[in-house]
């Protein structure tokens, strides 16, 4: 007799049982791993401004961040916000993020854009020439005015708010320069009024503050525009917060301005999105001439639909892991734990399957014999040839050889017994049977 038999188990049968499920369940893991959330990647491509510019200078600091975590930033130059909206909508420029002024575009022209939120104020100054004191849009009518070369940021919004008094190219001589043209102009005398897009540290704001023939437009109906269009806001420039020691501005300045959102392809990785958001909060983070500590990285961009992530970071903050761990562990948890959970509602119902499957198997060993021998039993029932009879003792030898070889555990040594009865049984009949 086969030792074997008194095994507790069949290793065979418990592979054999166990394969199916092991392999759907590797199939379910490589399916969601590659295809429902996949690594992600190390390297993004960010679309920015020129290289004088805030955007630069911001750019440098989100690449040394994210170097740190083991991301490549690639910092790629351009003409602008609306450049950058161009560039991410387009597929081919390979353009992941990148920095864009509330107000340029919209999700209607561009739905494959989502917000991860304003990082910053840009406010819109107006600077002017002359003796009188101008204080609303109506007081413009009639002047030569700077907007900025058409299609740029600054063009866009200096037309939207021209348009809320009913000003354009009909009541006004409209130039269109650049920047630093228009500031030329304006000290020249060339022209009557300039708007700008500048940050408040660029130098060239203080240069203009502290000429005694122009001044900024304190614009009394600030809050009424950001109330008419959400695009801009109400800033107020403190008095003084320029140069304390000459006391620049010698009086508070209403101005408007719009924010510079971080946009982005609306597939790009959550686990990406939330280190873009804290990495933001820690650059952004701070206090500013137009803003207090905290106020940024916020939801104030209404043009473009805030990311999920970047929803679910502002409402409950980073998520647990990326709070204490490094950003790569991180991801790789929350990839484990995404695939991981949904999979144990699998994991239970094929468990259960397993052990059916494995006495399912070892029965069938038994059933097919048993089949064998109900057939030989049959040919039994009648008279046989002696040549017959050999024949079907060899068929009843080899039953039982394999009755013999067969590896089963403990609860199912009963069934070989009996089969092995059964045997003996037909093989006395085959006996008597023959001619």
């Known amino acids: 007799m086969n030792k074997k038999i008194f095994l507790n188990f069949s290793v065979k049968e418990v592979l054999y049982a166990v394969l199916p499920s092991a392999l759907i369940l590797m199939a379910l893991l490589v399916y969601a791993r590659n295809y429902i959330d996949p690594a992600p990647p190390k390297r993004l491509v960010i679309a920015t401004g020129r290289d004088e510019g805030d955007y630069q200078y911001f750019a440098k600091q989100y690449a040394e961040a994210l170097n740190e975590e083991g991301i490549e930033l690639v910092i790629r130059p351009t003409e602008g916000a609306t450049e950058n909206l161009r560039l991410l909508e387009d597929e081919s420029a390979d353009i992941d993020i990148g920095f864009v002024q509330d107000g340029i575009g919209n999700d209607t022209d561009l739905p494959n854009i989502v917000s991860l939120g304003s990082l910053y104020y840009e406010p819109l100054w107006i600077f002017y020439r002359g003796s009188q004191n101008l204080s609303n849009l109506s007081d413009l009518k009639g002047l030569k005015i700077s907007a900025g070369h058409p299609g740029k940021e600054t063009n866009i919004l200096a037309r939207k708010i021209l348009s809320f008094a009913k000003l354009d190219s009909t009541t006004n001589k409209l130039l269109e320069l650049s920047?630093?043209?228009?500031?030329?102009?304006?000290?020249?005398?060339?022209?009557?009024?300039?708007?700008?897009?500048?940050?408040?540290?660029?130098?060239?704001?203080?240069?203009?503050?502290?000429?005694?023939?122009?001044?900024?437009?304190?614009?009394?109906?600030?809050?009424?525009?950001?109330?008419?269009?959400?695009?801009?806001?109400?800033?107020?420039?403190?008095?003084?917060?320029?140069?304390?020691?000459?006391?620049?501005?010698?009086?508070?300045?209403?101005?408007?301005?719009?924010?510079?959102?971080?946009?982005?392809?609306?597939?790009?990785?959550?686990?990406?999105?939330?280190?873009?958001?804290?990495?933001?909060?820690?650059?952004?983070?701070?206090?500013?001439?137009?803003?207090?500590?905290?106020?940024?990285?916020?939801?104030?961009?209404?043009?473009?639909?805030?990311?999920?992530?970047?929803?679910?970071?502002?409402?409950?903050?980073?998520?647990?892991?990326?709070?204490?761990?490094?950003?790569?562990?991180?991801?790789w948890l929350d990839r484990f734990l995404f695939v991981v959970i949904p999979l144990m509602a699998l994991i239970y119902p094929l468990a259960k399957l397993i052990p059916q499957i494995y006495h399912w198997r070892l029965k069938s060993q038994i059933y097919r014999l048993y089949g064998e021998l109900r057939f030989l039993e049959t040919q039994s029932q009648s008279q046989v040839s002696p040549r017959q009879s050999k024949k079907y003792l060899g068929e009843l030898d080899r039953i039982e050889d394999k009755v013999n070889r067969m590896n089963l555990p403990l609860e199912y040594v009963e069934h070989t017994y009996s089969l092995r009865g059964h045997i003996h049984f037909v093989r006395e009949r085959l006996a008597q049977s023959e001619i």
């Open 179 to 331: 920047t630093d043209e228009s500031i030329s102009a304006l000290k020249a005398g060339s022209v009557d009024l300039i708007f700008l897009n500048l940050p408040a540290e660029d130098p060239r704001i203080a240069d203009l503050l502290s000429q005694n023939t122009l001044h900024l437009m304190s614009l009394n109906q600030a809050e009424a525009i950001s109330r008419k269009n959400s695009s801009f806001h109400h800033l107020v420039l403190p008095r003084g917060v320029i140069d304390l020691e000459k006391n620049i501005p010698r009086q508070d300045v209403e101005l408007v301005g719009t924010t510079t959102s971080l946009l982005a392809q609306e597939d790009l990785h959550p686990a990406l999105a939330y280190l873009l958001l804290k990495t933001a909060k820690q650059i952004h983070g701070g206090q500013g001439i137009f803003h207090r500590k905290g106020e940024f990285p916020e939801n104030k961009d209404d043009h473009f639909p805030i990311s999920p992530d970047a929803q679910n970071f502002y409402t409950h903050g980073a998520p647990f892991w990326q709070k204490y761990l490094p950003f790569w562990v991180a991801a």
